[in-house]
């Protein structure tokens, strides 16, 4: 018997494209709705829409991405 089993946790079939089937996706819908727009770092689903804050890039992720994308990069050369 697997874990999956062992946890109770069973499969459900949906259709694709079709998340009111799935238990999680509608309960990430309703948290989006009712909870998503208090937080910081909502960014809405319009682009157009976006506040301005985050439009601009982190200085922090900026750096930090660079740094892994050169770190990887040259690691894959070796």
Do not use: C
Request: positive net charge; proline residues 4%.
């Amino acid at each position: 018997m697997s874990l999956v089993n062992q946890l109770g946790i069973n499969t459900i079939y949906a259709t694709p494209y079709h998340g009111q089937t799935k238990t999680i996706e509608r309960f990430f819908g309703t948290f989006e709705t009712r909870f998503g727009k208090f937080w910081e770092t909502y960014i809405g689903r319009n682009a157009q829409n976006r506040p301005e804050h985050t439009k601009k890039p982190d200085s922090k992720l900026v750096k930090w991405n660079f740094a892994w994308i050169t770190q990887n990069s040259v690691s894959r050369r070796a």
